[in-house]
């Protein structure tokens, strides 16, 4: 699942994204209002996570600017504000829920997981399949041909990369950024190797293969890869 990250503390910001990447969700961070807005009102996120107290715009306007825009995402939003009319406020123009700072991680992690079972998105949109192989998006787990896959958090997320762009090759550059939160470094053998770790566990002994490697260019799900 992908997270919409809006926080203007450098250090709140990473801790945040760290934290969330490492539970096996795809991240994106924006540093101000207006980048958030932009993220929010043009990407397709599961949930947002928004700061009150952001530079250019407010989340409250982040908020209201991506409610008008039709996006209906849970919203989560983060502030050292613990007025009673700035909490009411926010829920007024439509969030979710309010942590107030400073906060501990596993409690903004148990919010996301209740936000996201109890979201706007259909019980269909929680299950992925291709195949014989089924995708828990809110459980974190994976079968094929009803046998469990134990993966882990970065295999779970790229393993949703893939099936989330079924049939699309996914370049090298893309998944790093996505899943790695880094720039691709083609000396750097690491996706390579993840994919390969993946492709092993819901691959080997079961048909169709569904990873392909497109040499020179990265690699692509389908459930006639072979």
Known sequence: MKILV????????????????????VVDLARNGVDGLHLGETGDYDLAILDVMLPRLDGWQVLAGMRRAGRDMPVLFLTARDQVEDRVKGLELGAD??????????ELLARVRTLLRRGSRSKEAEQMRVADLELDLLRRRVTRGGQRIDLTAKEFALLELLLRHRGEVLPRSLIASQIWDMNFDSDTNVIEVAVRRLRAKMDDGFEPKLIRTVRGMGYVLEDDAG
């Not at 203007?8 to 969330?20: F, N, S």
């Not at 829920?97 to 596993?106: M, N, R, S």
Request: glycine fraction near 10%; aromatic fraction near 16%.
């Open 6 to 25: 809006v926080e203007d503390e450098p250090k709140t910001g990473d801790y945040l994204r760290q934290g969330l990447v490492e539970a096996g969700f």
């Open 97 to 106: 829920d309010y942590l107030v700072k400073p906060f501990a991680f596993a």
